[in-house]
């Protein structure tokens, strides 16, 4: 801290006896006194009027001088601290009330600031703020307003939405069933398609149920045709004939293979399967062997015979062949091979019976099958040529009596001609 007196006399009045300080008992006058001091300015500058500052440098000297009175210079150090917390008492006091008008200008500041009756307060402009912007805001959200937002997205929402609008257009084209590239169309046509494939897989199902039913109708009448064979075969031998296709064998309850058992009078079995369909196979799970093979067990036969109306066995077979206990034979109905599977099957039966101990020639049975298969394949050529030629003959029949027909409608047109009227022209007969 520096100090220094000001020499200028204009502003400031002598002191007495022209002294610059000057005590009269408790008062000291300064004259022209300038102290450089950062504290002291910061802390005067903290009083808000000038007789607060003064009061502040009177403070700052009292409390000063105490301090250096304190310091040796012969003062009661008891009446220093007295006078010390009185000062600060004081300020105390002092500071308080300052420190309460602060605060309430302080408060009265915020309230004003509060006030929305003030037009200056923060509330106040707040709201007028407000309110302007809920004006701007509820005219650009007006329906009513054509320009406004609102009213922007309701017109264009009726271009689209509306009457003629985009989507209406757009819904016509996609539900209009004329047009090729419409969503309608697609699922029409596709519709179409699904009904025309259920219609045929129905028109298929339906042919083919009335196929199985005309085959085994078919069926019926073939085995019906072969139960009368067998019986004219089994007529004074003795052999009992029983037709068993509708009813259950030994395997199941449900069994029913094997369409007809003889029983020779040596109480020998023999079950006769009869087919009437295009495709017959030899081998596997649901080939011709295995068929007889169950056909024996569930009518506890010692022979199986397979005889078939159409030429269906593969090329192997032929017309007749024979599996060890198990024969395939092809015959129309006429009863002619059936014959020979018959009398090759009763004769197995009884070598078997009466020869069990003589030893079998396998290069003559070998001989006379191989034989018995060109006959009948000769058999079956001979009457194939010999139904072709009937048919022909039947053909030419026909035409015959198709031609007969045609003259004596001639005849009798031209006859009716002649008797329409006796002016009437008579045309030459030309070859």
Not at 143 to 148: A, E, I, L, Q, T
Request: with cysteine; proline share 2%.
């Amino acid at each position: 801290m520096s100090t220094t007196l000001s020499d200028d006399q204009e502003t400031s009045e002598p002191a007495s006896d022209g002294e610059a300080v000057s005590v009269d008992r408790a008062t000291v006058t300064i004259t022209g006194l300038v102290v450089t001091d950062r504290t002291l300015a910061e802390l005067v500058a903290h009083a808000g009027t000038p007789e607060e500052r003064i009061r502040m440098i009177e403070r700052a000297l009292e409390i000063g001088a105490r301090g250096i009175a304190s310091m040796g210079i012969g003062i009661d150090v008891a009446e220093i601290d007295l006078r010390v917390l009185r000062t600060v008492e004081r300020v105390t006091t002092e500071a308080e009330q300052l420190a309460r008008r602060m605060l309430d200008d302080a408060q009265q500041a915020f309230t004003r600031s509060l006030d929305p009756e003030h037009r200056s307060s923060v509330v106040a402009r707040s709201m007028a703020e407000f309110s302007a912007w809920r004006d701007t805001f509820l005219g650009q959200v007006d329906p009513d307003s054509s320009d406004s937002h609102i009213g922007r997205l309701l017109a264009h929402l009726s271009s689209l939405l509306g009457p003629g609008g985009a989507l209406e257009n757009r819904l016509t084209e996609a539900l209009d069933p004329t047009a090729d590239g419409s969503g309608i169309a697609a699922v029409s046509n596709l519709i179409e398609r699904r009904l025309a494939e259920i219609r045929d897989l129905v028109a298929s199902e339906r042919g083919r149920r009335d196929e199985a039913d005309r085959g085994t109708a078919k069926g019926f009448d073939y085995e019906d045709t072969m139960e009368e064979i067998l019986r004219g075969h089994a007529r004074g031998l003795g052999i009992i004939v029983e037709r068993t296709s509708r009813d259950c064998g030994a395997l199941s309850g449900e069994a029913m293979v094997g369409d007809f058992v003889l029983t020779t009078p040596e109480g020998r079995r023999i079950v006769v399967e009869a087919k009437n369909t295009r495709s017959l196979s030899l081998t596997g799970k649901d080939g011709v062997l295995a068929l007889l093979d169950r056909a024996k067990a569930n009518r506890e036969a010692d022979i199986a015979i397979c005889v078939s109306a159409q030429d269906a066995f593969p090329l192997e077979v032929g017309q007749f062949g024979v599996y060890g206990d198990r024969i395939a034979v092809v015959d129309d109905g006429d009863g002619a091979m059936l014959a020979v599977a018959l009398r090759w099957a009763t004769e197995s039966l009884r070598r078997d019976g009466h020869e069990s101990g003589s030893d079998v020639d396998a290069a003559l049975i070998d001989d006379r099958l191989h034989r018995m298969r060109l006959l009948a394949q000769r058999f079956s050529t001979s009457r194939r040529a010999l139904t072709e030629i009937s048919g022909s003959v039947d053909k030419v029949r026909d035409g015959l009596d198709d031609i007969r027909r045609e003259l004596l409608d001639l005849v009798d047109e031209a006859s009716s001609g002649l008797r329409s009227g006796e002016h009437a022209e008579v045309l030459p007969l030309t070859g």
